[in-house]
């Protein structure tokens, strides 16, 4: 096997939609052997698939989420998952690539983001204080 860089095309069904995700540079381990020719998809490979399926899709990658989310001021994982109404799991999960997100929560998320009245809106519903108006009161 050898790293090699090669173009690499497939097709990722996601919310009941098909999506053609290209990865143009994909570095993948590569079978030297004429007759093998196997690919091998390592976590990096992984990766790349996924990195370039968001993008494909339009979602927010886990960076995005996690600076998002302690942008608005909600440094801990559990106030933002209970203001969403999800678990810390899946909260964890969105921020460390190992899931991702449904659109309509993508969706939230950008909404919880860009609205601070969405924000409170979510926070009072689930009965928690909203950190803006914490922020303000302070």
């Known amino acids: 096997m050898a790293i090699v860089v090669i173009p690499y095309d497939i097709q990722i069904d996601h919310d009941g939609k098909k999506y053609d995700v290209h990865v143009p540079k994909f570095s993948v381990p590569k079978c030297q052997n004429e007759a093998c020719g196997a690919v091998s998809f390592d976590e990096r490979a992984s990766e790349q698939i996924d990195e370039a399926f968001r993008?494909?899709?339009g979602?927010?990658?886990?960076?995005?989420?996690?600076q998002?989310?302690?942008?608005?001021?909600?440094?801990?994982?559990?106030?933002?998952?209970?203001c969403l109404g999800v678990s810390v799991s899946t909260v964890s999960?969105?921020?460390?690539?190992?899931?991702?997100?449904?659109?309509f929560y993508d969706d939230m998320m950008r909404a919880f983001f860009q609205v601070p009245q969405f924000r409170q809106f979510l926070a009072e519903r689930h009965g928690l204080t909203p950190k803006d108006l914490k922020a303000s009161v302070a």
């Open 55 to 57: 993008r494909t899709a």
């Open 59 to 66: 979602l927010l990658t886990p960076d995005q989420i996690r």
């Open 68 to 82: 998002g989310r302690t942008k608005v001021g909600y440094s801990l994982q559990q106030e933002f998952a209970a």
């Open 93 to 103: 999960r969105w921020e460390n690539g190992s899931q991702i997100q449904q659109t």
